[in-house]
């Protein structure tokens, strides 16, 4: 079983407001990812960091920022929330980027809901 | 452009029979990796299977096989004698190699019914 702990799982929130979404992992993994998702639709990737003090941005642009200061924790910052940001993030894991050390570890989400 | 293509929306198998999701991939790399995760209804996100791209042979785990044919870019995933609990989102993903930046990125999935 997985080790990695998404807060909230579920977010009611106005327009304007900050929030930040939480993300930790037990497992010593130096990747962690965020992706977005649509309720039935693929995943964007928007932010990845392989290491402390090291974080990229995803695929798809994204309003939100990221931290990476330490290695288990990967939190996700929305400045001031809009309805467009309505979706659920998806935060990951990886042992490392080669073979099946790849595989990502994924915590159960946090629904995020603008009004 | 799309660089993992899902084209199966939606598909439906009888329990007990197996089942074939098609996905085809698009990538300049020599080295990547493919997986399928599964999607229940609950959200969360489960690993089922991974190809690398020099491995010769098809990977199974289980009841999960998947056919890759390397030079159709495509990593079918089959599911033998299915399950009710099998109904799920299903994403063919795949692990960029280093001109991708080796991150993983998702087709649009499939969902699949199974009836009993």
């Known amino acids: 079983e997985a080790d990695i702990y998404q807060t909230p799982r579920y977010l009611v929130i106005g327009t304007g407001k900050k929030i930040t979404l939480e993300c930790s992992q037990t497992?010593?993994?130096?990747?962690m990812y965020w992706y977005q998702q649509d309720p039935g639709m693929e995943l964007h990737l928007i932010h990845y960091?392989?290491?402390?003090?090291?974080?990229e941005k995803g695929d798809l642009s994204s309003e939100s920022t990221v931290s990476r200061i330490r290695t288990e924790h990967f939190p996700l910052t929305l400045e001031s929330a809009r309805p467009s940001h309505t979706s659920q993030y998806l935060c990951a894991s990886s042992v490392g980027t080669s073979g099946r050390t790849g595989e990502l570890f994924f915590g159960e989400g946090s629904r995020l809901t603008v009004l | 452009a799309q660089k993992i293509t899902q084209t199966q929306p939606g598909m439906f198998v009888q329990e007990k029979e197996a089942v074939t999701l098609d996905c085809t991939y698009d990538t300049s790399d020599q080295s990547y990796g493919l997986f399928w995760y599964k999607q229940p209804s609950s959200g969360e996100m489960i690993f089922l299977i991974y190809?690398?791209?020099?491995?010769?042979q098809n990977a199974t785990e289980g009841r999960y096989s998947l056919n890759f044919q390397k030079a159709r870019k495509s990593a079918n995933l089959v599911i033998s004698a299915s399950q009710l609990g099998d109904s799920a989102m299903y994403f063919c993903a795949m692990r960029e190699g280093r001109a991708g930046g080796f991150k993983t990125i998702f087709g649009a999935g499939t969902r699949l019914f199974v009836k009993a």
């Open positions: 190809q690398g791209s020099y491995d010769e």
């Open positions: 960091s392989y290491g402390v003090n090291s974080t």
């Open positions: 497992m010593g993994h130096d990747k």
